[in-house]
């Protein structure tokens, strides 16, 4: 059956959980001036990207990354699947550790770290031990209740914009490439696409749709770096560790009885980045059993989850944080290039044969 | 088998119960007090705090003044925290009050320490006291407004505000203080005579710091120049009063050789209200060109003097300057800025009454 909706609203929803919160900082922190030019690089390698990576899969109906690796050779699934699990776990760690502090220092400031990080994981992984279908099946129920809700208050944000903040509009110098920050902003870019060669097995869909869908995702890039820059400046936008998140703030809706509407907005992101963490769980664990046939999945996924819970617990404060996000960028950008080009490549191989 | 399995769920649910007690260190609302209006001077080297709390008591709601001293606000808020029964919430503050002479010293600290710890709204609004604030709050006390927010209603659009109060919040004066191109004004106010308060102008802010003062007619023409909606306003010439119902702002700059020109025209639609002696239509209209041309102007020079670009003058050549030439914006080219200023007059109508 073609489930294709419910593919294109997790995609969406695990984008938009990623973009709105590190990647303003991260871009704005890139550069000074002409932000648009490194969004638009961003957005160009998501597409390319995603057009090799879906394009790859074509040639393989039916079939899972794992399988269509296992089904070349050993040597090429340990080559190309062994990053990709490090990168997962990473990612695991990374997502639960920064968004765990990112609630504390939004608004649970009282409540300790480990609780947030427990309660986190431990969504996801009942999601996640539920398997594809019911994560998807949830994406689509949060995304009835809070998606009106995340497009509603983003109009909003508009509110106390100055255009003349837009300029200087063009960057003569492209100091971005030599700023990590550039590259770590890849983490919304390109940290969400991979599942989708992990659901053939489960759900199949349609590739016109997706990228439909991800066009959907260009003013989310474009606008969350852009309304905190119209909203502050340049000059101020960079002394803020989420700008998004203190520009909504000074959004007034006196119609509104809940004097702050960023509060909806990001419980709405957190559900979202918590189907976001069972996602990536869930693909770590399908290799996992590949690799360790014998054990149970459950069991799999409660290790795991054990074990990544006490990692997190290992990183002590933010900028510990951004170090291991520096760390990751390396792995990711093997996995973005590597995974979609390798797929397309085998997939043209298989063609020819 | 099966009775396992029913077991599991039950112990599961059950753990599910200790989550009932909700987050933690959670207070309840009753336990909270939720000051409206925050007042702060500055001692020798620490901030006193006044907050004001509106009680609600026998149908009525009272207000209540506390007040507590420290190094840094939180410990001043901790400290008052601590000599109350209940625990102090900023949550829902709505204005900050500064005493002159701590926002003649800088507010930098204090307000980026507002926008830190989220404590405080961004969207509170800052105003000034000039007089002694001691007793500006004690006489806020004493006011018999019964919903204890009458400072906060005297800023808000839909209730007390006018045109002649500038109105600034949190977030606008962090702007400020980092921004290359805008600064802020921010209302300042009296203890009224026989009002609460009484408005005695604007404080012009330059990167967080008190420079300059400028009356509350000067307010009216910086609302009118920010595009601010100045309706309702009754403005007094030589011949009479008007009602201002539009205005508009056009703007054209320029830059040459390293030199900034400026040519602003303020479109004004009013209506007649007043007249005194045999004043005609086209008296009124020079009469008011002039007078808020050279009001302007008047104002103008004092803010270049203090090179405090309250009008946001620099976001104009945001895309003429470079940017880092656009960080000396307010020494290098505000200071020299020349500025046509011209005001257009249009009477809509004359009431009721002919006017010739």
């Known amino acids: 059956m073609d489930r294709s909706f419910q593919v294109v609203i997790m995609y969406i929803l695990t984008h938009l959980s990623l973009i709105f919160f590190l990647y303003p900082r991260n871009i704005i922190a890139s550069t000074d001036e002409g932000h648009w030019i490194p969004i638009i690089i961003g957005l160009l390698f998501h597409f390319v990207t995603i057009t090799t990576y879906l394009k790859g899969l074509s040639y393989f109906p039916k079939k899972d990354l794992i399988n269509i690796y296992l089904g070349i050779g050993k040597g090429v699934a340990i080559f190309f699947l062994i990053p990709t699990t490090l990168y997962f776990l990473m990612i695991i ?42 994560i998807f099946r949830t994406g689509v129920l949060i995304a ?117 509407v960023t509060m909806f907005f990001l419980m709405s992101l957190i559900t979202f980045i918590m189907l976001y963490i069972s996602l990536v769980l869930w693909k770590t664990i399908r290799i996992a059993n590949v690799c360790f046939p014998s054990f149970k999945p459950t069991f799999l996924t409660i290790t795991l989850s054990a074990s990544i819970f006490i990692l997190c617990l290992l990183i002590p404060n933010w900028n510990d944080i951004e170090r291991v996000f520096l760390w990751n960028t390396y792995l990711r950008f093997y996995v973005m290039v590597a995974i979609p080009i390798s797929v397309f490549y085998f997939g043209k191989r298989l063609r020819k044969e | 088998m099966r009775t396992f399995k029913k077991l599991r769920v039950i112990i599961l649910i059950s753990f599910l119960a200790s989550t009932l007690c909700a987050c933690w260190d959670n207070k309840d609302i009753n336990h909270r007090v939720l000051p409206v209006v925050l007042g702060i001077s500055l001692l020798k080297d620490e901030y006193k705090l006044f907050l004001q709390i509106p009680q609600p008591s026998q149908g009525t709601i009272k207000t209540k003044v506390v007040m507590g001293t420290g190094k840094t606000i939180s410990q001043a808020v901790d400290k008052i925290s601590t000599n109350m029964e209940s625990s102090v919430d900023l949550l829902h503050l709505k204005v900050i009050v500064f005493e002159k002479k701590l926002a003649q010293k800088g507010m930098k600290d204090l307000i980026s320490g507002f926008m830190r710890s989220r404590d405080v709204s961004p969207k509170a609004m800052v105003a000034i006291c000039d007089d002694d604030i001691n007793l500006f709050f004690s006489k806020m006390k004493q006011s018999s407004e019964p919903q204890g927010t009458a400072l906060l209603e005297y800023f808000e659009k839909n209730a007390g505000w006018n045109p002649q109060i500038a109105l600034t919040s949190v977030w606008e004066t962090y702007r400020s203080i980092h921004s290359y191109t805008q600064d802020v004004a921010i209302p300042m106010l009296k203890i009224g005579k026989s009002t609460l308060v009484e408005q005695v102008g604007s404080a012009v802010i330059k990167q967080g710091k008190m420079v300059e003062q400028i009356n509350s007619d000067e307010t009216l023409l910086f609302n009118a120049f920010n595009d601010e909606s100045t309706n309702g306003k009754i403005e007094v010439t030589h011949d009479g009063s008007v009602l201002i119902l539009g205005n508009k702002m056009k703007h054209k700059s320029k830059f040459i050789n390293e030199k900034a020109y400026l040519k602003s025209k303020l479109k004004l639609k009013v209506s007649i209200l007043e007249t005194t002696g045999n004043a005609t239509l086209e008296s009124i209209k020079s009469d008011m060109e002039k007078l808020l041309t050279s009001r302007f102007n008047k104002m103008f020079t004092k ?8 009008l946001g003058l620099g976001q104009f050549y945001r895309k003429k300057i470079p940017r880092k030439e656009l960080k000396n914006w307010r020494s290098e080219y505000y200071s020299k800025l020349s500025m046509d200023f011209q005001v257009q007059v249009d009477i809509q109508n004359g009431g009721n009454l002919i006017t010739r």
């Not at chain 1, 700023?179 to 969400?192: D, E, I, K, L």
């Not at chain 1, 890039?221 to 998004?244: D, E, K, N, R, W």
């Open chain 1, 93 to 134: 760690i990374l997502t639960i550790r920064a968004y765990s502090e990112i609630i504390s220092i939004v608004f649970l400031s009282k409540t300790p770290l480990w609780a947030i990080m427990a309660f986190l994981l431990f969504m996801s992984t009942y999601l996640a031990s539920k398997g594809v279908e019911a």
């Open chain 1, 144 to 260: 009835f209740l809070f998606l009106p809700l995340i497009i509603l208050i983003f109009c909003s944000s508009v509110q106390n914009v100055d255009w003349h903040y837009l300029f200087p509009i063009v960057d003569k110098e492209f100091t971005f490439f030599t700023n990590s920050s550039f590259y770590v902003s890849f983490f919304a870019v390109g940290g969400g696409f991979l599942f989708l060669g992990f659901i053939p097995p489960f759900l199949s869909y349609q590739r016109k749709k997706i990228l439909i869908g991800a066009l959907f995702l260009i003013p989310c890039f474009v606008l969350s770096v852009y309304i905190p820059i119209l909203t502050f400046g340049q000059a101020t936008a960079s002394t803020l560790l989420f700008p998004f998140v203190v520009a909504l703030d000074t959004v007034e809706m006196d119609w509104l009885i809940f004097d702050r």
């Open chain 2, 303 to 310: 803010l270049q003097n203090s090179e405090a670009d309250i």
